[in-house]
Structure formats: structure tokens, C-alpha cells
């Protein structure tokens, strides 16, 4: 079985708004989070940006950094404030730099588990102090009980949107690269990369996202 492959999406961002329940309102609750922490002199990165949208989207007056390894990619454009790399986020030359805000939506959950401290590290180093990850993941639940509710309430609404051959398909191709983290793990894992603070605020079924702010 092949891994699942992005880039062959022909409309990547009408494809997760139909994955994930409820993404417009993680979106809008992020852009609302984000005017809190915004400073105009720093820079504002996206790691695993896709297409840009929510960079795009921003009304913030300072540099604007997306980073992602796909062909989703677009060109930086006429905005000398807007930028976009294509970068491998597992490279631990991952530049970060004088940074009010990080977002890492859905992006490190497919990023190799051995560099994930990494990768979190040297985020909590680009940024200024006070400054903020936001970020996102799937992740598993402590009891299997609630795996399962969750688990099967999201399909219920996937098939809403797919066929159950295509839900399934892509569920066979994803467990090659992606692997989630134990909810309790992953916070665990950002405090111990010096965050002061880690606190969700929001969660649907098995994704859920944290503000940890340095």
C-alpha cells in the first residue's frame, strides 16, 4: 500500500474543511488567538502551510513565513511581507527567528516521532519571549472507550462528505506516515521544550489544538 500522497489533491483546502468537523472554527478561533501574541516587528511562521490560506488570510502588518515540503505551495507573490519555502520540517536547520507566533497545524503528527523534540525545540527558541505555538494534532485518547466513540463519530461524518471505500482507502495509506501521539503525551512533550504554558482550546472527536506560549 502507498503512502498518502497531499499534493494529489485537487482542492487540498476544500478537502479538509470536509475531513475535519468544525476546521472553520479552529481556524477563526486561531485568528482570533493570534491578535493577542502579533507584534509588528516579528515575523509570523506557518509550519506545514499547504496552500497558504490561512498566512493569506491574515491582517497583520509584519512578515509572514509559510514553510511546507509539498506542491501545494504558492508563489510568494506581490506581498513583500508574504513568503513561501519549501523545506524539509524533519531538517534540524529549520530556521525560526525572532518569531511572535508559530502555527503547526496538522503538520507534526507526519513528522518522524525521533525528531519531534527537535522540531519543538527549536520552535521555543525563534520565538520572542512571550511569543506562541499554536498548534494542532490528531491525536489518541487515554481510554478506549472514548478512541471508539470518537473514532466512529468522525467517520459518521466523513461519509457524509466520501464514500466509505475512499475513507477507507485513505486510512490504509495514512498509517504509513502519519503517528499520532497520546493526548497526554504530546503536552508532556511540549512542556518539556521549556513552554510556561500548554493549554488546549479546542477539540472535535480525536483533534484537538493547544496554545503554549513561551
Same mark, same amino acid.
Given at each position: 500500500?502507498?503512502?498518502?500522497?497531499?499534493?494529489?489533491?485537487?482542492?487540498? !483546502? !476544500?478537502?479538509?474543511?470536509?475531513?475535519?468537523?468544525?476546521?472553520?472554527?479552529?481556524?477563526?478561533?486561531?485568528?482570533? =488567538?493570534?491578535?493577542?501574541?502579533?507584534?509588528?516587528?516579528?515575523?509570523?511562521?506557518?509550519?506545514?502551510?499547504? &496552500? #497558504?490560506?490561512?498566512?493569506?488570510?491574515?491582517?497583520?502588518?509584519?512578515?509572514?513565513? #509559510?514553510?511546507?515540503?509539498?506542491?501545494?505551495?504558492?508563489?510568494? #507573490?506581490?506581498?513583500?511581507?508574504?513568503?513561501? @519555502?519549501?523545506?524539509?520540517?524533519?531538517?534540524? !536547520?529549520?530556521?525560526?527567528?525572532?518569531?511572535?507566533?508559530?502555527?503547526?497545524?496538522?503538520?507534526?503528527?507526519?513528522?518522524?516521532?525521533?525528531?519531534?523534540?527537535?522540531?519543538? &525545540?527549536?520552535?521555543?527558541?525563534?520565538?520572542?519571549?512571550? #511569543?506562541?505555538?499554536?498548534?494542532?494534532?490528531?491525536?489518541?485518547?487515554?481510554?478506549?472507550?472514548? +478512541?471508539?466513540?470518537?473514532?466512529?463519530? @468522525?467517520?459518521?461524518?466523513?461519509? +457524509?462528505?466520501?464514500?466509505?471505500? !475512499?475513507?477507507?482507502?485513505?486510512?490504509?495509506?495514512?498509517?504509513?506516515?502519519?503517528?499520532?501521539?497520546?493526548?497526554?503525551?504530546?503536552?508532556?512533550?511540549?512542556?518539556?521544550?521549556?513552554?510556561? =504554558?500548554?493549554?488546549?482550546?479546542?477539540?472535535?472527536?480525536?483533534?484537538?489544538?493547544?496554545?503554549?506560549?513561551?
Amino acid at each position: 500500500m502507498k503512502n498518502f500522497d497531499f499534493n494529489k489533491i485537487d482542492d487540498f !483546502d !476544500d478537502h479538509i474543511n470536509k475531513s475535519i468537523p468544525n476546521y472553520d472554527i479552529l481556524i477563526s478561533s486561531i485568528k482570533s =488567538i493570534s491578535e493577542y501574541f502579533y507584534s509588528k516587528n516579528t515575523t509570523i511562521y506557518d509550519l506545514g502551510c499547504s &496552500t #497558504g490560506k490561512l498566512l493569506k488570510s491574515l491582517p497583520f502588518d509584519c512578515r509572514k513565513v #509559510g514553510y511546507d515540503n509539498s506542491n501545494l505551495l504558492p508563489p510568494s #507573490g506581490d506581498d513583500p511581507n508574504l513568503e513561501f @519555502h519549501n523545506v524539509n520540517l524533519n531538517d534540524k !536547520d529549520l530556521f525560526i527567528k525572532n518569531a511572535s507566533i508559530v502555527y503547526s497545524i496538522f503538520t507534526m503528527q507526519f513528522l518522524d516521532p525521533l525528531k519531534r523534540k527537535q522540531y519543538l &525545540t527549536r520552535i521555543y527558541e525563534g520565538l520572542v519571549s512571550g #511569543g506562541c505555538l499554536i498548534i494542532a494534532e490528531k491525536v489518541y485518547q487515554e481510554y478506549g472507550l472514548a +478512541q471508539e466513540v470518537f473514532s466512529f463519530s @468522525h467517520y459518521d461524518y466523513k461519509l +457524509q462528505q466520501f464514500n466509505g471505500e !475512499d475513507i477507507l482507502r485513505k486510512e490504509k495509506e495514512l498509517r504509513y506516515n502519519m503517528k499520532p501521539m497520546e493526548d497526554s503525551q504530546l503536552q508532556h512533550l511540549i512542556k518539556g521544550c521549556q513552554f510556561r =504554558i500548554v493549554t488546549p482550546f479546542w477539540q472535535m472527536f480525536n483533534f484537538k489544538a493547544y496554545l503554549a506560549i513561551r
